[in-house]
């Protein structure tokens, strides 16, 4: 299986911040990653696929990076609808596998 | 837009069963990619099961024989038949549908159902 390793696994900024969450696999697979968000008490929302590419929809101060094994997600300017966890899925080869989770919180 | 609303959810004692739904609508299950994900309490998520419009299924080896995932097409459902459950088992269930069977991330999310395995 491909281990999918988030860091931090906590995060604390304010408004207006830079944020850069970090995920790694244990193997390399191609752009094969997605990331989502998910605030407290709700399902998960889908953010990004093909590693860079941002769903429809999704706030430009969103960006995603990276390819192979290392792979970042940036928030340019933190708003406060975007305190919440963050995960990376991998979906280059079953079974499909998500980040532990990072959580921005707010400093 | 899609809409994704499951139920089954409960309290159930270790080593019994529960079947959960997935009721969509904007979509039709049978010619989509479906699949369960299932997130502990305070922990993260973790796939569970997929079914392609195919009929192929595929299964997380922490719940592969216990398991098994089927579409109602009539009812334009999905559910997970849940057998032999442990405590470990105990999360809130998400159906999700996945892009496609090789661009397999998560587009559209349920609101999700609790399962709790407990005596």
């Known amino acids: 299986d491909i281990q999918m390793t988030q860091s931090p696994s906590t995060l604390s900024a304010s408004v207006g911040d830079r944020v850069t969450i970090t995920c790694r696999a244990s193997?390399?697979?191609?752009?094969?990653l997605a990331w989502y968000q998910q605030r407290p008490g709700k399902a998960p929302k889908f953010l990004i696929y093909?590693?860079?590419n941002l769903e429809s929809g999704v706030p430009s101060n969103f960006s995603g990076s990276g390819s192979g094994t290392d792979f970042t997600l940036t928030i340019s300017s933190l708003q406060p609808d975007d305190f919440a966890t963050y995960y990376c899925?991998?979906?280059?080869?079953?079974?499909?596998?998500f980040g532990g989770g990072t959580k921005v919180e707010i400093k | 837009e899609v809409q994704l609303v499951e139920s089954g959810g409960g309290l159930i004692q270790p080593g019994g069963s529960l079947r959960l739904s997935c009721a969509g609508s904007?979509?039709?299950?049978?010619?989509?990619?479906m699949s369960w994900v299932r997130q502990a309490p305070g922990k993260g998520l973790e796939w569970v099961s997929a079914?392609?419009?195919?009929?192929?299924?595929y299964y997380a080896d922490s719940v592969k024989g216990r398991f098994s995932i089927s579409r109602d097409n009539a009812k334009n459902t999905l559910s997970l038949q849940m057998n032999g459950l442990r405590a470990e088992d105990t999360a809130m269930y998400y159906c999700?549908?996945?892009?496609?069977?090789?661009?397999?991330?998560?587009?559209?999310w349920g609101q999700g159902t609790l399962v709790t395995v407990s005596s």
């Open positions: 999700a549908r996945l892009y496609s069977s090789s661009s397999r991330w998560f587009d559209s």
């Open positions: 904007g979509l039709t299950v049978k010619n989509n990619y």
């Open positions: 079914i392609y419009s195919g009929g192929s299924t």
């Open positions: 093909k590693a860079s």
């Open positions: 899925q991998q979906y280059n080869t079953y079974p499909l596998t």
């Open positions: 193997q390399s697979i191609s752009s094969g």
